[in-house]
């Protein structure tokens, strides 16, 4: 049968089982929005096209299904920009429609035209001009396929205008051909046999759980090979959920702001098994002196990331799930007694400077307060965070048990992703409790979300952690630059009005007493509601590893006097 | 050192702007880039000559960063296997007729061609190894290069051997499933 463009678009997109788009209407895609009212999804009309770009990779991180973000040509495309870079740095899958002026008007600089392809190539696993609407139902087969197979990853397909309105013959490509991409899954044996060996010798063992598990679904699989082999689960900032965070052999979180007994177990290790991580700088440290003593084993599905920071010993390229799958028969099972109680001791040492540990002062400290947000929520809430100092203390103290509940931009480290992100989220569980945690900061940056979520009824919890600064930037002119304050004193909006303004239910909570009644408030409320946290303006996260320095380098809080 | 590799790609736009941005992008240095059909019509061939400063490991990371993109076919490192590689340069030099005659007597020793012959100039066509051609180069300068114009090294290996395919688990085509010999030679 005889489709416009537009509509074999739908037809592909409702076959990949998207329920879910965030979009922004505009010229350039007014055909697709046309035939969109006939076909089974929900659009979520956002406010600006980065809060739907977070919004579709919230959703994608939440439910492990593809996200779906949409923009029109030139401004609208250049907007959905800093989205797409923070889903490729995450490895998130999130397929980005783009309307493009007509086919025949490219390259004339016509109205609202944009190389949106060129613009987006190094921030897409893949990307698509389609300009004739015979090519758009492979295109988006392939696109669909390619954002979640093998190392996942935004694609965008961006589809001039006359390829929406044109007519053809609509037939569904059964399967998709794409020579040059088939990612793999299992590791040759050899390579696996000598991964046994390298098990086999080691007394002082850690595995770095990265987002790679939860990518792979290899939860389980990752639970069976640490517990029959008594190794130690350190954590990236991505990978926080993947293993149990009250399990026993828990650590917690490695890196920059990792915790103490965490880098020191992985400097002292003699192996480190790094499972779908990517030894980024921020967990590493300083290469130099990166665990001179372990020997390493690399499971990970890119093989571009295999000795691309640290050389390793044994590569395990394939999917981390099967690769595991594969490898727990063949280990034996030990105790590493000793091991686990040297980091045990660690461990208590590093904790007698811990901030939980300190008399109630009276004020508001972000630590504190994740906590309480954590007991509230039994911590089972799916918690979003905004980048800066608020994201590493909830990293750190909402202690995740279960998978795919964290949401924080990583690799891009974007301000501005939490609220939308917690949007998005809630489009995958409207049951699940959602939180989105930010600074002062970057909740201004993407803020007008707010009545996107009130339009759409999403019961997004909101705190913000308002302690007057650019926190983080602060923190490292404090440590870094003499205290020398630089733009980053920051004036903030009523945050209660504003958030009233949007028609969203708001308090301001300023003393300790007032807490907990606070977020049980804010719990009550079907629908977004804003929690203002007035807190100690200078604090600072720690421990810290200052940038180039040696992972066990940690600057810890001072102690109490 | 200049390392050759040889990476079939998928016939379609942009793709060349794929492959070059990836280097640009990965800072890697091209020293030659020559594209071209090859016997199957949806299969281009590119022949591309890159300086890896640290040696196999950066071979490595430019074929599994090539494997990255989609439509990437197949990679291969032809650096160390016997192979027949050749480079076309079109050479015009300023001469008049009183010295065709020697041009023509170079052009005879290296199996180059004169192409072209106007009053005061000839086009000289060179076709061989870089240093081939290189060589001749050096000869012609001192009688006047006006304009050069090379297309860049292409390479097919000899025999029915291979170059060396580094990353693993890419399309059933690998030959070394392990890179743990590339160990010793990371950053
Ligand atoms: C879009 C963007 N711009 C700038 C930065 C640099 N940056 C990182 S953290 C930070 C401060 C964030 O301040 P705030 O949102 O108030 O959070 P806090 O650190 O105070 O918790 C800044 C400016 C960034 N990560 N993203
Ligand atoms: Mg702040």
Known sequence: MKKTGAEILWECVVREGVEVVFGYPGGANMPIYDAMLSYPVHHVLVRHEQGGAHMADGYARASGKVGMAMGTSGPGATNLVTGIATAMMDSVPVVFVTGQVAAHLIGGDAFQEVDVTGITLPITKHNYLVTRADEIAEVVREAFYIARSGRPGPVLIDICKNAQVEQCEFVYPETVKLPGYQPVDHAPKDALERAVKLIEKAQRPVILCGHGVLVSKAEEVLMNFAVKTQTPVASTLLGLGAFPASHELSLGMMGMHGEVHTNMAIQNSDLILAFGMRFDDRVTGTLKTYAPHAKKIHVEIDPSEVHKNVAVDVPLVGDLNTVLTDLVPMVDEYDHEEWKKQIHNWKSEADKRSIMNWPDDGKLYVPHLIEDIWKATGGGAIISTDVGQHQMWTAQYYALDKPNRWLSSGGAGTMGFGLPAAIGAWFADKEQEVWAVAGDGGFQMTAAELTTAVQEGANVKVAIMNNSFLGMVRQWQEFFFEKRYSAVNMLSPDFVKLAEAHGVPARRVTKREEVDEAIAWARSIKGPTVLEFRVEQEDAVYPMVPAGAALDQMIQRPARA | ?187
Not at chain 2, 54 to 66: C, P, S, V
Not at chain 2, 111 to 135: L, N, P
Not at chain 2, 146 to 157: I, K
């Open chain 2, 1 to 187: 050192m200049n390392y050759t590799f040889i990476a079939l790609v998928e016939n379609k736009p942009g793709v060349l702007n794929r492959v070059a941005s990836l280097f640009r992008r990965r800072n890697f240095n091209i020293e030659s880039l020559a594209v071209g059909r090859t016997e199957d019509p949806e299969v281009s061939r590119m022949t591309v000559v890159v300086d890896c400063p640290n040696g196999d490991m950066d071979a490595h990371k430019i074929e599994a960063n090539l494997y990255k993109l989609v439509n990437v076919i197949d990679v291969q490192d032809v650096t160390r296997q016997p192979s027949v590689t050749r480079d076309l340069a079109l050479i015009k030099i300023k001469v008049g007729p009183e010295k065709r005659a020697e041009v023509n007597g170079l052009a005879e020793i290296f199996r180059a061609h004169i192409v072209d012959v106007a009053v005061d100039s000839v086009i000289v066509e060179i076709t061989g190894t870089e240093d081939k051609i290189e060589g001749m180069i050096e000869l012609l300068r001192p009688l006047g290069i006006v304009e050069m114009v090379r297309t860049g090294q292409v390479a097919m290996t000899r025999g029915v051997n291979d170059g060396v395919r580094r990353v693993p688990g890419v399309a059933g085509n690998h030959r070394f499933e392990d890179m743990s010999e590339l160990a010793e030679m990371a950053p």
